[in-house]
């Protein structure tokens, strides 16, 4: 419990110091948010607003779970496998973040691109836990208290998983401290879980992302002085689907990330309908910008999907209560 908490402790106290020496810095850089006309025509005043301030995030993160995870316990390969894949994920945010803010491109890397790099990473991360023994067929099923082994499925399935969380983490980044709100909630349930099943090194680690998120929300709370940026959504996206995976909790994803899901599913919704008839579902998508248009304000929805987040939490904790205790 020690090492959880200075982890977490550790993660937090270099997001609050870093994080308001690199705001300067993006500033001089001019690494400033592009916000696209598309979106709700009020959010056009944070144009400016400096971008890219998951470095913070990834670098609290690395170096809290290697000090107090990795070093000191000599644990086993795979923690190191889960920060190279967030870290790869962060990675591929900043290249898409570089060439939006000093490119000047607006839209980032391509579609295929910025897939075709998750997509590898994915499946680089995922075969070698796969081929180290960290990842076998095995996944816990909530609320039936058991799991099944689904052999070699399970390499295409866990590679599915991380595209699909990194591109929902994503797709949340709409509003001032939402996806770190969300992901606050979502990681610090499988510290607990974690702790709970003795896999010391996955708790430190969520404990970390915990702990930086908290640091983030400082200055990520409305009104922003810093955007995460897809440096910082990719890498918490890519963070808590491999920790679920490690955990053999893939499917709790669909519980806890009841938010991501929802995100995600009306952009689809909204995309297919606008195809297939020329009507739009929604005023906007994602979903955020939707309630939006309704005259909700930002706080107001990021409480309202943080407290949605909580009780999916609380619900998923009790599918998995005998298998975790």
Known sequence: MRTLLCGAACSALICLVATPVLIPFLRKLKFGQNIREEGPSWHQKKSGTPTM??????????????????????????????????????????????????????????????????????????????????????IIIPFLETTVDIGLFVIPFIVFVQLAMVNSVNLTDGLDGLATSVTLIV??????????????????????????????????????????????????????????????????????????????????????????????????????????MCGYKETKIVLLFSTATLILCAVAFLGILKIVL
């Open 53 to 138: 301030g998951g470095i913070t995030m990834i670098l609290a993160v690395l170096i809290a779970t290697l000090l107090f995870a990795y070093l000191p316990q000599k644990a086993n390969a795979e923690i190191l496998i889960i920060l190279a894949a967030a870290f790869l994920f962060g990675v591929i945010g900043f290249v898409d973040d570089f060439i939006k803010v000093v490119m000047k491109r607006n839209l980032g890397l391509s579609a295929k691109q910025k897939f075709s790099a998750q997509l590898l990473v994915s499946v680089i991360s995922t075969v070698a836990l796969n081929y180290m023994g960290y990842l076998n067929g095995e």
């Open 187 to 292: 990681s610090i349930f499988l510290t607990v879980v974690a702790f709970l099943m003795k896999e010391t090194a996955i708790a430190v680690f969520m404990g970390a992302l915990s702990g930086a998120c908290v640091a983030f929300l400082v200055f990520n709370a409305h009104p922003a002085k810093v955007f995460m940026g897809d440096t910082g959504s990719l890498f918490l996206g890519g963070a808590v689907a491999c920790a679920a995976v490690a955990l053999k909790l893939p499917l709790i994803l669909i519980i806890i990330g009841g938010v991501y899901l929802i995100e995600t599913l009306s952009v689809i919704i909204q995309v297919t309908s606008f195809k297939l008839t020329g009507k739009r579902v929604f005023k906007m998508s994602p979903i955020h910008h939707h309630f939006e």
